[in-house]
């Protein structure tokens, strides 16, 4: 069955970094996507962005524009979200998602909390 | 890019339907059939309900129905059940080749 398993908890000083990992099983890793979604505090669901899992390549949402960067590893199928610069804006649940390229999310990961605070 | 609108909020008793609307612009829902609704239950990760305006994975209940008319897609579900209490959220590819998701819906069965 597909699964995508999540990095744990996180807690962050604010203009530091976090990666988030999210390993995929039980399907083909190369023929989907990974999109990666958050959810303030209050707040709905957000798109950060997209990679493809064949050829690398990535899509940003213009809010995050140069302050994410998704990465996939073929070796352990996993896909991975960095974002840099921290601010209390971004403590969120981060999830990634399995997206066949056009924004259907099939398969979620379990969430992941961020608490950025000083 | 401004989120999707959705209602904040719609309420029904069991047995009843509902529809929530969920309104964008010609560069997104008007553009492409690439709409599709997520159910959200707080503390857990958002369930697929429905995916290209109109299909239904497997094992999502016939309840739920997708449709779109212009700028605007619509979910219904019927039948209402009090499991179906949750947030609900479409979203929508875009023209930039971006996806944008609708501000929410909290569903109260009464």
């Known amino acids: 069955q597909v699964q995508l398993v999540q990095s744990g908890v996180e807690v962050k000083k604010p203009g530091a970094s976090v990666q988030v990992s999210c390993k995929a099983s039980g399907y083909t890793f190369t023929s989907y996507g990974i999109s990666w979604v958050r959810q303030a505090p209050g707040q709905g669901l957000e798109w950060m962005g997209w990679i493809s899992a064949y050829n690398y390549k990535t899509n940003y949402a213009q809010n995050f524009q140069g302050r994410v960067t998704m990465t996939i590893d073929l070796s352990s199928n996993t896909g991975k979200m960095e974002l840099r610069s921290l601010t209390s804006d971004d403590t969120a649940v981060y999830y990634c998602?399995?997206?066949?390229?056009?924004?259907?999310?099939?398969?979620w990961g379990q969430g992941t909390l961020v608490t950025v605070s000083s | 890019q401004s989120a999707l609108s959705q209602p904040a909020s719609v309420s029904g008793s069991p047995g009843q339907s509902i529809t929530i609307s969920c309104t964008g612009t010609s560069s997104d829902v008007g553009a492409y059939d690439y709409v599709s609704w997520y159910q959200h239950h707080p503390g857990k990760a958002p369930k697929l309900m429905i995916y290209?305006?109109?299909d239904r994975p497997s094992g999502v209940s016939n309840r739920f129905s997708g449709s779109k008319s212009g700028n605007t897609a619509s979910l219904t579900i019927s039948g209402l059940q009090p499991e179906d209490e949750a947030d609900y959220y479409c979203?929508?590819?875009?023209?930039?080749?971006?996806?944008?998701f609708g501000g929410g819906t909290r569903l109260t069965v009464l």
């Open positions: 290209d305006v109109t």
């Open positions: 998602a399995r997206d066949r390229w056009d924004g259907t999310f099939d398969y």
């Open positions: 979203n929508s590819y875009t023209s930039t080749s971006t996806v944008i």
